[in-house]
Every structure is written in C-alpha cells, then in structure tokens.
C-alpha cells in the first residue's frame, strides 16, 4: 500500500512534506488515524448534490463510495464527544475504535486496548500485525477539555515497527 504521509496537527491533520514534495510512505500507517478523526464523526458518507460540501475524508468518495464498510466515517471521533470517561465508557470506546478499522482485516488483524489513565486522560494502543508478518504499535493519548470535548494530548505518528 502505498499513501500520504499523514501527521495530526493538532487542526485535523496535515500532509508531511519533503522539500516541495508531500511525503509518502508505503503502509498502513497514516490509515488509522484517518479511520479515527478523518472527518464525518459518526456519520456514513453518503451521496451529496454538486457544490455541496463533503465533511468526510476526500477518498470515501472518490476511492470507496461502493462499499461503506471499508470507509473512514470516524465512529470512534463521535463516540468520544458523548462517552463518559468510566469503565462501561472505556469499552464503549475500545469497541468503537475496532469497528473503524473493520477495512484491515483482508490485511491482517489488530488488537485495541482503551486505557484509562486519569479522569479526564484515555489513551489507545493498537497493535497491527499484517499477513506478511509485519507488525505496528500506535499509541494515542487524548484528554478531555472542560467544554467535553477531547483533543489528541500526544498523537504518536510513528508506528513501532517490530
């Protein structure tokens, strides 16, 4: 696979560049962090009229459109604005983040753990292992602000590859 180089920013995501060049990288690295906060929180992508504005990720419709179950409509982003922060919360979400990557399973399995750290402090841990036999750790941190919301404390982009 080969994709964008995808970094969060802390405004939705950004595109890694290299010089004048945007950045790639051959993987699957950049994919659950589209699966998670890519856009649409919660919402399957749906068709829209000409001019109207899609809040998806771009590739929902031009590359998936046919087959909802392996678009990127970020469950997992709406669940954490309406989850509380307890044990029936912390697997609520643990749950929700597996559906949002249902599209890896032709590549390999994964496993996701939801941990709470603090009362207002989660943090996911997803761990790939692809048929070729090559695995991936990716670790993120989030934290809830007084208005509810949660905001990525510390986006690890890196996969640990082991």
């Known amino acids: 696979m080969f994709d964008f180089a995808v970094i969060e920013g802390l405004?939705?995501?950004?595109?890694?560049?290299?010089?004048?060049?945007?950045?790639?990288?051959?993987?699957?690295?950049?994919?659950?962090?589209?699966?998670?906060?890519?856009?649409?929180?919660?919402y399957p992508t749906q068709k829209r009229n000409e001019g109207e504005e899609a809040n998806d990720w771009w590739g929902n419709n031009l590359l998936l459109?046919?087959?909802?179950?392996?678009?990127?409509?970020?469950?997992?982003e709406k669940k954490l604005q309406t989850v509380a922060i307890t044990s029936a919360g912390r697997a609520d979400m643990e749950e929700t983040a597996k559906k949002d990557l249902l599209w890896l399973l032709p590549y390999g399995s994964y496993e996701v753990t939801v941990t709470i750290v603090t009362v207002d402090h989660v943090r996911l841990r997803l761990f790939v292992r692809l048929k070729d036999g090559t695995t991936y750790l990716k670790v993120v941190n989030l934290k809830r602000r007084e208005d509810g919301d949660f905001f990525l404390d510390d986006f690890n982009d890196d996969f640990y590859v082991e």
Do not use: R
């Open 11 to 42: 405004n939705g995501g950004d595109l890694q560049m290299i010089g004048n060049d945007i950045a790639t990288y051959e993987g699957i690295e950049g994919m659950p962090y589209l699966s998670w906060f890519g856009g649409n929180p919660g």
């Open 65 to 76: 459109f046919d087959d909802q179950g392996i678009q990127f409509n970020s469950l997992l």
